[in-house]
């Protein structure tokens, strides 16, 4: 009976101990595989602009992958005042990934109102382009389709311009440091049209916030041009955006977009 005993009670301990790694085997890939967890519910108290708002205990909370336009920027006062609309003085909950604060010290959060995810309802109704930074990817393809039904709708930043210039080629991929040779990279643009367009006052955007506005410049029918991201000399061919010590273009992909002089769309081009 003893034996009988010890064989059962081995038997059980050996059962619990595989049920405990199979627990603690669960806690270790759970965040991962969900993309993180739950917060809290906390109420905002101020919204700072489309994609930043500030909580009543004074912590700022930076929406996960999305960028919404910066101050001074067209489409800045629609996408700010969208997302008032949305939170401000509301109770909301927020849902972490994996990487929970940035380099500034803000929080990163998918801030949700009952059912509606704030970061996904502003790229649909075109006030944020998707901007993913890994980790946090956990809603990537969400948002990527709500960008891509915003924009076929031409909804707010995606309102579509008629001018007859095109991104044609980005070399993303300096020769050597991509830092330390800004000009190496660069992105051509060309005019296919028939008649001349003026780019004064036009934009280029990555998918983060580099931008960079062009100079009293008309570009001729057939005529390309060059924008490099260091600094040098402005030509009919080369433009330069004035960087130094510091790349534009992702090596592994990016998205570039060319907006007129009011913010619309005129061309992207993604790689």
């Not at 909370?61 to 489409?75: D, K, M």
């Not at 990487?99 to 006030?127: F, I, K």
């Not at 960008?147 to 579509?160: I, K, Q």
Request: charged fraction near 25%.
């Amino acid at each position: 009976m003893r034996t009988k005993r010890r064989i059962a009670l081995k038997a059980s301990l050996s059962l619990f101990l595989l049920l405990l790694l199979l627990l603690t085997a669960c806690s270790l890939v759970a965040p991962t595989k969900q993309g993180g967890e739950a917060g809290p519910t906390v109420r905002v108290s101020r919204v700072v602009d489309g994609d930043t708002i500030e909580l009543e205990d004074g912590r700022k909370v930076r929406y996960i992958g999305v960028n919404t336009p910066e101050r001074g920027q067209p489409f800045y006062e629609e996408a700010t005042d969208f997302n008032r609309r949305l939170v401000e003085g509301r109770r909301v909950r927020l849902e972490f990934d994996l990487d929970t604060m940035d380099q500034y010290g803000r929080l990163l959060a998918y801030v949700w109102v009952d059912d509606t995810m704030v970061n996904l309802e502003m790229v649909r109704q075109g006030y944020a382009n998707v901007y993913t930074v890994p980790p946090n990817v956990k809603y990537e393809s969400l948002l990527r389709e709500a960008e891509r039904e915003a924009r076929e709708a031409g909804r707010g930043l995606w309102a579509a311009s008629t001018a007859s210039v095109r991104i044609t080629q980005i070399n993303a991929d300096a020769p050597g440091s991509d830092r330390e040779n800004p000009n190496g990279e660069w992105i051509e643009l060309m005019n296919t049209g028939d008649a001349p367009v003026d780019l004064t006052g036009y934009t280029l955007k990555d998918e983060a916030n580099h931008i960079y506005t062009f100079p009293s410049f008309v570009l001729e029918p057939g005529q390309k041009v060059r924008v490099y991201s260091g600094k040098g000399r402005d030509t009919k061919k080369a433009l330069y955006w004035g960087l130094e010590n510091e790349a534009v273009w992702n090596n592994d992909g990016d998205v570039a977009f060319l907006r007129d002089s009011q913010g619309n769309l005129v061309d992207t081009f993604a790689y």
